[in-house]
């Protein structure tokens, strides 16, 4: 695990699963998926697996969200680990980026 | 930084920055002298010093006072404004006003108080540019609040650099309940404009919980020059009335401090004050380790005795060998004792301004001379000496030394000179307080004393037996009280402090040529001459200073009288006698008063007969504190151990003196 990887699922719906270590290092190539990403309609974004986070990868997701929901988007969570919620709400962040309350399974 | 490691930085910056205080203070007094501009860049860099070392070390409160001073000083240092007698005695009560500060930081205190922020004022106005906006102001310095509003808004470079928000705000967590509030404004409008490596976002962040303005700031510290913070309180909670030591009529340091001011935190401050550390030069250091590798070596050569028979030729390598480890260990025991030899320079320090505060006021004109300064003493003596030579230069201000026109009249220069004086004298140091005033009026003394009834007339007296007067609780003679001096307390109190090291204080005044106040006091605490003196099986330790003489009493010489207690005839004054077996619970003792011997001993200023089996003989003896190692027992004041092992307890006159009071009245 390590790199965000983008799949295809026809030209309808993204899905884009974050790193395990979703940091200022790993974020150039995480915001190309997500700009990439801009252009879909449907997007879900696959928290899951992040085990470190910190306040760059985070206002990189809350840039992102502003732009797809001004495009009349809407962005989904596939899922949020626990240390990315943990660090959500220590920022304050939890409302903008509408993280899911719990890991669906 | 963890805590613990902040902890012992600070403590080194306050150490250091109470040294550049005084600094700061002897150019500052020098200048008012008519020292050289020099002295204007050593003043600025010691407040510069501390400005930055507050900065760092987390008291910003300190940090932004000193700026005021520094901005005063730099203006005076690049000429654009002349140093006056006023400047200066801003700069000396902002020196004051810090070293106050320092304190309040060592007992964990709030910095800030009413006077900080009134002289925050006064030096902003004297810079011209009067006090800054009253509330804001106001609210900015609290120090401890309830809640507490917090904006952070990182500059775009501070992620880079390795400091992350969220870390920070994590922290901030600790303090108490957080609310917080994201501000976006700064975001980028569009994703691919956002450089994920900089940081847009801000916070507003409410804290609930009562928190110390330090702390919080605490948190930003590494990221200060990287972010805009301000941090506002918002229920402020009230705090304690503001010290009463902070009125001006205190002009002495902390230390000075009325005897009488007992409050808990200032006992606290004591503590810590007495516990802090001691600087040693690296030769003592290096004097230390040379002899331990001494004793090493000895070691090692009484090590070879253990194999083997020990003929004549050997005998008398191991008698060398033991004359040599005595010798080393001897010196040792010096060397170490040295560590804590301080000189008694950071005493006297204190009195120049003092002088120069009290003459102003009086209207005297007083030379201040100092003898002797390197001298060095035991540093927990030289914590004591102060107050009681506060009592003594500030009474020989006021009641000594004569206003000018009345030194003219008696055919002296205006100007009164005042010395203080410290040398080594055998196993003692003796410091001097004299001056060429007026010297003790035996008249006034003796009419006070009668008034008093201490005495009912001065006939026959001796001129030392008549000054001695003054040390009796309650004696003054100053036919006006001042806020100085006067109020009955102050010699009793310097005879008190001074027999409590283990010292005396004698007097010595010629009426009209002036007085000479000698007190005189062991080089260390930590060793005391005394007389072990047998009672049963025990032995104690007299201190050899509180003994006048012993004798022996005929068995009729004692008389008891009403109310259980004991006395005898001692040189034409009847002495209460103290029994130390009694005293002290020992068994199988002499109980005829003509088996055993009566020593005469003197403490807080009585004399008593203790009664023992006998003296055995002169020791010194090393005092182990009983109270570090058990706990604190009324009548000893510490324990040795003897020759042979085994431990005697040292006699606390004057703590024995009122056991026995007690006792009787119970």
Redo the contacts between chains.
């Keep these: 695990m390590g790199k965000a990887t983008t799949q295809r699922k026809g030209d309808t719906v993204r899905a884009i699963s974050l790193p395990a270590d979703f940091r200022?290092a790993a974020?150039?190539e995480?915001?190309a998926s997500?700009?990439e990403a801009?252009d879909v309609p449907a997007v879900q974004i696959d928290g899951a697996a992040v085990e470190r986070?910190?306040?760059?990868?985070?206002?990189?997701l809350?840039?992102?969200r502003?732009?797809a929901v001004a495009r009349g988007q809407a962005p989904a969570w596939q899922g949020a680990s626990a240390a990315m919620r943990e660090?959500a709400a220590?920022?304050?962040?939890v409302q903008?980026l509408e993280l899911p309350a719990t890991t669906p399974a | 930084m963890s805590k613990a490691a902040l902890a012992q930085f600070q403590q080194v910056f306050i150490e250091e920055s109470l040294e550049g205080l005084d600094t700061m203070e002897s150019s500052l007094l020098e200048l008012d002298n008519g020292g050289d501009a020099e002295l204007v860049h050593t003043i600025f860099r010691a407040a510069h010093s501390i400005k930055g070392g507050a900065a760092t070390f987390g008291f910003p409160e300190m940090s932004s006072f000193t700026h005021e001073a520094e901005s005063l000083l730099d203006e005076v240092r690049s000429g654009k404004r002349a140093i006056d007698g006023a400047i200066i005695e801003l700069l000396l009560r902002t020196v004051d006003c810090l070293r106050a500060m320092f304190a309040r930081a060592q007992a964990g205190e709030p910095l800030n108080d009413t006077v900080a922020e009134a002289l925050r004022n006064e030096l902003a106005a004297a810079m011209g540019r009067g006090a800054p906006a009253g509330a804001v102001q106001a609210r900015r310095n609290v120090d401890q609040a309830d809640a507490w509003t917090i904006r952070f808004r990182p500059y775009a470079g501070m992620?880079?650099s390795g400091n992350?928000?969220?870390r920070l705000?994590?922290e901030l967590?600790g303090l108490g309940e957080l609310?917080?509030?994201?501000e976006?404004d700064r975001?980028?409008?569009?994703?691919?404009a956002?450089e994920?490596?900089e940081?847009?976002?801000g916070?507003t962040i409410e804290l609930k919980g009562p928190a110390r303005r330090a702390d919080i700031s605490g948190v930003f510290d590494w990221v200060e020059d990287e972010c805009d913070l301000s941090i506002d309180a918002r229920h402020v909670v009230t705090e304690a009335a503001p010290p009463p030591a902070a009125a001006p009529a205190a002009p002495a340091p902390a230390a000075a401090a009325p005897v009488a001011d007992a409050g808990a935190a200032r006992a606290q401050r004591e503590a810590s004050a007495e516990s802090s550390s001691v600087r040693v030069s690296i030769d003592k250091i290096d004097g230390l380790i040379n002899l331990v590798g001494e004793l090493v070596i000895t070691q090692s050569m009484l090590d070879t005795f253990r194999e083997g028979e020990i003929d004549a030729a050997r005998l008398a390598v191991l008698e060398q060998g033991l004359a040599q480890l005595a010798r080393h260990t001897r010196e040792l025991q010096e060397s170490v004792m040295g560590i804590r030899m301080l000189p008694i320079a950071s005493v006297f320090n204190r009195f120049p301004r003092m002088v120069r505060d009290i003459s102003q006021k009086l209207g005297k004109q007083v030379k201040l001379e100092l003898v002797g300064e390197q001298t060095e003493l035991d540093k927990t003596v030289l914590e004591k000496i102060g107050d009681p030579m506060v009592h003594l230069v500030r009474n020989a201000i006021d009641h000594g030394l004569e206003t000018p026109d009345k030194r003219r009249a008696a055919g002296k220069g205006d100007t009164g000179t005042l010395t203080l004086a410290a040398s080594h004298r055998g196993g003692s140091i003796v410091v001097e307080v004299s001056d060429d005033g007026a010297g003790l009026n035996r008249d006034a003394i003796i009419g006070k004393a009668v008034q008093r009834g201490l005495i009912s007339s001065g006939e026959g007296m001796s001129d030392e037996a008549v000054a001695d007067l003054i040390f009796q609780p309650g004696f003054s003679t100053a036919a006006v009280t001042t806020d100085l001096s006067g109020r009955g307390v102050g010699m009793d109190v310097v005879r008190r402090n001074v027999a409590d090291l283990g010292g005396t204080v004698t007097i010595r005044s010629t009426q009209g040529k002036g007085s000479v106040f000698t007190i005189t006091l062991p080089l260390t605490l930590a060793i005391i001459d005394g007389l072990t003196a047998a009672v049963g099986e025990e032995r104690y330790i007299v201190p050899l200073v509180s003994i006048v003489e012993s004798v022996q009493l005929k068995g009729d010489a004692v008389r008891s009288v009403a109310g259980g207690g004991e006395l005898f005839r001692f040189r034409n004054e009847y002495l209460p006698v103290i029994r130390l077996h009694d005293a002290f619970g020992c068994q199988d003792a002499v109980r005829g008063i003509d088996e055993g011997l009566m020593v005469v001993v003197e403490g807080d200023g009585t004399r008593v007969g203790l009664f023992v089996d006998g003296l055995i003989g002169q020791q010194q003896a090393v005092v182990k504190s009983l109270e570090a190692n058990y706990r604190r027992v009324q009548g000893v004041s510490g324990a040795t151990i003897l020759a042979d092992g085994s431990v005697a307890l040292i006699v606390d006159i004057a703590g024995l003196v009122r056991l026995q009071a007690r006792r009787k009245a119970a």
Aim: hydrophobic letters at 60%; glycine letters at 6%.
């Design positions: 200022i974020l150039d995480v915001k997500l700009v801009l986070v910190d306040t760059a990868a985070l206002q990189l809350v840039a992102y502003r732009e660090a220590v920022l304050g962040l903008a | 992620l880079a992350d928000p969220l705000i994590r967590g609310t917080v509030t994201p976006f975001l980028p409008a569009t994703l691919a956002l994920p490596g940081c847009h976002l916070w």
